[in-house]
């Protein structure tokens, strides 16, 4: 019940195409989902979070989706950007910690 | 002001060696943890500390031994280091629960 699935673990976009990241989990206590975006050499940020009284929470260019039912939630990402190029990670409160998905490498082409 | 800081920022030493890493927070957040990243970007739970205490201890050697003198600081002491340790180690804090977590720029460790 602890695991976070993440797929994909690699995505190339041409800049200006939208980019989706989808997480699964299997465990009905999780309430908190983040999303982290990690550029190299540099520790995982957060870019945008959920909790599940809601369905969807937009940022400018970003979006998350929650699905409680199908226990799964989404990084939605329009008009990317080259800068936008890193790895994305999912994760959910499990317990006193957060558990995160594998990854996705996201690269951008200009 | 860096909200999460970790020194060194790189670390190469021999097998067998002991060595230590430092964080601090400058947040005022209540727990404190350490994540190990592998060469696949896996990012695994270590420990994490409330207050100064320990609240979860994952399968982790006893060679590792986090060590939290006050709320604003988590250090990591590894005894007789091994080739596996080798990774990259980072330290969070948060306000829990279900708070996002704001991580340090990481430890790079090369045991050789």
């Known amino acids: 019940g602890e695991n976070v699935e993440q797929h994909p673990s690699t995505l190339s976009v041409q800049e200006g195409d939208s980019a989706v990241i989808k997480c699964t989990y299997s465990?009905?206590?999780?309430?908190?989902f983040p999303w982290y975006k990690q550029e190299l050499g540099k520790g995982p940020q957060l870019i945008i979070d959920?909790?599940?009284?809601?369905g969807e929470k937009k940022d400018q260019r970003i979006a998350v989706t929650l699905n409680k039912t199908a226990k799964h939630f989404s990084l939605h990402i329009t008009e990317t950007q080259p800068e936008d190029s890193a790895v994305y990670f999912c994760?959910?409160?499990?317990?006193?910690?957060?558990?995160f998905g594998a990854g996705t490498r996201l690269t951008v082409k200009p | 002001d860096t909200a999460v800081s970790q020194t060194p920022k790189y670390l190469v030493t021999q097998m067998g060696n002991d060595k230590s890493i430092k964080c601090e927070q400058n947040?005022?957040?209540?727990?404190m943890y350490w994540y190990k990243q592998d060469s696949k970007k896996f990012l695994k739970i270590m420990f994490s500390?409330?207050?100064?205490?320990?609240?979860i201890n994952e399968t982790v050697p006893n060679r590792f031994s986090p060590k939290s003198p006050d709320k604003a600081h988590l250090n990591l002491h590894i005894n007789s280091l091994e080739l596996g340790d080798s990774a990259v180690y980072f330290c969070?804090?948060?306000?829990?629960?279900?708070?996002?977590?704001?991580f340090g720029s990481g430890t790079r460790l090369t045991v050789v």
């Open positions: 465990d009905s206590a999780s309430n908190y």
């Open positions: 959920i909790r599940s009284n809601v």
């Open positions: 969070a804090s948060s306000r829990p629960p279900n708070y996002g977590y704001t």
């Open positions: 947040l005022g957040h209540d727990t």
């Open positions: 500390y409330n207050n100064k205490e320990l609240i």
């Open positions: 994760a959910k409160q499990f317990n006193n910690d957060m558990r």
